[in-house]
């Protein structure tokens, strides 16, 4: 027997930090121990004081950072420490999965009822060989942005439908002093990036692996090569994209393009709210939706989608008491609360902008305002959402092949390396990761 | 052999501090090292095979650490030359007497004083490319057109990173020569005089002598704090643009924190301290015999 083998083994590794965990410290016996990230704070404890009035059921709520979320819960997880239930993200279902910390939903009637009402994509997302792993806490996409009075004082009367117009279009604002750089992305090297390089990818036709999970990345007609080549000529040819890009995060890149000093951007739908915020955004009433551009020969207005959703340990599914606390906090959240409504749904989408992926929410008259309101309208958003793609990266490897990609693309925004070599390397990354998995 | 009294009484006064040390250090470095014999990812909780010495052979097989080791190397010397230089100009300066040395001296104190974080992001928001001192500075002197973005430059980012650290370490490296200079009798400086030694010779041949239990003490320090150097590239780059600023450090966080990978981790760390060992011998080996 090995020292790894004993009991101290890899657990021993996360135990110390475990000691400070206000879930191993405190549990309030009968509560459903839940875990998220630190976004939409307010709305899940109003919806957990809810779900204690109407269910007598306590919650244990504790929530970290999203850059330090995956590797926070990996620890916790490790440890078998006390968790009912968890946000997951997509992109990490399937190495949850394969671990054994996510426990298959398909068995419970009463969640999977859901999907008859849940958008098709949302419920594929959550589907991992066969088996549903959870109930959607929201489900977005990557949208394309213009700022409409930029466009009107370039005289430009129709938003871009191809990259190609894009570049053009910036240049002629750029001619016109309207704007240095009039195309914003945000292509900082986090958790964000690969979302981005989705979007643009698949809007240039492209896909980064096959239907078989062979990588066609470095495929110069697969996208993207073409997607790539597109950002390094946008920052070095045209100039339409600041060099600064590659530090440009998420939220700074909200920021700047809140700002008013860019024309056009691939934002995530839910910043809209923000964006079109008076209290937020210098640019308010000025940022509408357009459909994702084409890029290439092959080009689509397909986008990059993902979701959100509530993933129960198979620790609480073992368990009959747990089990079915955590089975009525999902339900609660993820789907109708007892009364019968979407409530979560409506009060992230409401409040913070987070798009539902229950399909009769869409009708709801709050929801139909609020699309009025912040984006002049829902019919974009809802073709867009119609073209949404998860990832095809989706894998148990993808948290380690991400670093390499992430690298890959910043090296072709610097004009550091050639668009065909470096998904190359990206490429090979991802064939030796498959290979080590199996 | 038999322990007298005070023997014994030693070793049960020291075996506390032992028996906590062994816990809090030993154990750490030993079980660090057996993990680093495994192919330990997280993820995969349910395989942990013992690899023996591959996780090694595999990170000298991996191209980014040979980029990180070149970087790190790069990084390391530009901060290590460039605080020791300047921290021998700033003591010179300092010993000397002159109206305000006093305040001056307390004022060189106030970098090291910054956390390591403030440090970060303060130099973060310097090399802003929209609101940043440093582009509102060179372009009102007139010594640049439009602002620059800084650290997307892969090109200077690791100077810009060096320059941070520097203004931060370099205090603490003056005042450590500082110290030495106070402790030269000044009998030898008189006797130079007398030898018509002018200033320069005066520096070259009794100053500078004299400085060397500092200057190692400088070296070894700045060289080792500077090979693993982590907080302002968490903070500034977080590694990149691309991997312009991917050190060693930074791979080790990377490899253990995002990949989850331990295994791998864990020997990196290893190849690290070993490197920092050895290059502390040979400062200290190099130096110490001339002292």
């Known amino acids: 027997m090995t020292l790894l083998d004993s009991t101290l083994g890899r657990r021993g590794l996360v135990a110390a930090g475990l000691l400070a965990s206000p879930l191993a410290q405190s549990q309030p016996a009968n509560a459903v121990n839940f875990i998220g990230w630190s976004a939409a704070v307010d709305q899940v404890r109003a919806q957990i004081t809810a779900f204690q009035a109407a269910t007598g059921i306590a919650v244990n709520y504790e929530n970290f950072p999203f850059a330090q979320y ?29 671990a054994g910390w996510l426990a298959d939903i398909s068995d419970v009637p009463a969640l999977m009822r859901y999907n008859a009402e849940a958008a098709q994509y949302c419920t594929q997302s959550m589907v991992y060989n066969g088996k549903q792993y959870g109930l959607s806490y929201y489900g977005d996409h990557m949208s394309f942005m213009v700022n409409t009075d930029m466009l009107a004082r370039a005289g430009i009367t129709t938003p871009p439908t191809t990259w190609e117009e894009v570049v053009e279009q910036s240049l002629r604002m750029k001619a016109q002093g309207i704007a240095e750089f009039p195309l914003l992305l945000s292509l900082a090297a986090d958790t964000w990036l690969i979302e981005f390089v989705s979007a643009l990818t698949f809007s240039f036709g492209g896909r980064f692996v096959d239907d078989a999970g062979a990588s066609v990345m470095a495929d110069p007609a697969r996208g993207a090569v073409r997607a790539a080549r597109f950002l390094r000529e946008a920052i070095h040819t045209h100039r339409i994209l600041s060099p600064g890009a590659v530090e440009t995060g998420e939220i700074n890149g909200l920021r700047a393009f809140g700002s008013g000093a860019h024309a056009f951007a691939i934002v995530p739908t839910y910043r809209i ?92 008259p709050d929801v139909v305002r609020f699309w009025d309101r912040w984006a002049g309208g829902g019919a974009v958003v809802a073709q867009q959402a119609g073209l949404a793609r998860k990832k095809d990266t989706i894998s148990p490897w993808f948290g380690e092949w991400v670093e390499t990609s992430n690298q890959a693309w910043q090296t072709v925004c610097l004009g550091r390396a050639e668009p065909e070599a470096a998904m190359r390397a990206a490429g090979t990354k991802w064939t030796e990761l498959r290979r080590a998995f199996r | 052999m038999r322990l007298g009294y005070d023997e014994r009484s030693a070793a049960l006064l020291v075996a506390p501090v032992l028996g906590v040390l062994l816990v809090v250090a030993a154990f750490p470095i030993v079980y660090s090292f057996w993990v680093s014999l495994h192919d330990i990812v997280l993820t995969r909780p349910l395989r942990r095979p013992f690899v023996g010495f591959d996780n090694y052979l595999r990170i000298f097989d991996d191209a980014r650490f ?23 100009l700033v003591a010179l300066l300092l010993n000397e007497v002159f109206p305000g040395q006093r305040l001056l001296s307390a004022l060189l104190l106030v970098p090291w004083a ?49 320059n941070a650290a520097i203004w931060k370490q370099m205090p603490l490296a003056a005042l450590l020569m500082i110290v030495t200079m106070k402790a030269i009798p000044e009998d030898l400086y008189r006797a130079a005089r007398v030898d018509g030694a002018n200033v320069w010779q005066r520096f070259v041949h009794v100053t500078l002598p004299a400085l060397r239990p500092g200057l190692m003490l400088v070296l ?17 780059t977080q590694g990149g643009p691309g991997d312009a600023s991917l050190t060693l450090s930074w791979l080790i966080y990377v490899e253990t924190f995002r990949s989850l990978r331990f295994g791998t981790g864990a020997a990196m760390s290893y190849i690290l301290a070993i490197t920092t060992f050895a290059l502390s011998w040979a400062v200290i080996r190099f130096l110490g015999k001339r002292i």
């Open chain 1, 70 to 98: 995956r590797t926070a819960l990996v620890t916790r997880l490790v440890a078998n420490a006390p968790i009912d239930v968890s946000w997951i993200s997509d992109a990490w279902l399937p190495e949850f999965a394969e």
């Open chain 1, 273 to 364: 709210r923000a964006l079109n915020d008076p209290a937020q955004s210098s640019a308010a009433g000025k940022i509408r939706l357009a459909l994702m551009p084409k890029g290439g020969p092959n080009g689509t207005h397909d986008t990059c989608g993902w979701i959100r959703f509530y993933g129960m340990t198979p620790g609480a599914k073992a368990d009959r008491a747990r089990r079915e606390r955590t089975l009525r906090f999902m339900e609660f959240f993820g789907g109708r609360d007892t009364s019968g409504n979407y409530s979560m749904q409506k009060l992230l989408l409401t409040d913070m902008g987070l798009p539902s992926c229950a399909l009769p929410l869409a009708q709801d």
């Open chain 2, 66 to 88: 040979w980029t990180a080791v070149s970087r790190t190397t790069v990084y390391t010397l530009v901060c290590v030359v460039a605080t020791t230089l300047l921290a021998v």
């Open chain 2, 114 to 162: 910054t956390p390591s974080v403030v440090n970060g992001l303060m130099w973060k928001w310097i090399y802003d490319p929209t609101y940043g001192l440093l582009n509102g500075l060179l372009v009102q002197v007139g010594l640049l057109e439009r602002y620059r973005v800084w650290l997307s430059d892969p090109d200077i980012t690791l100077l810009l990173i060096a």
């Open chain 2, 220 to 236: 070894v320090y700045e060289t080792m704090i500077s090979i693993r150097h982590f907080d302002l590239f968490l903070i500034m």
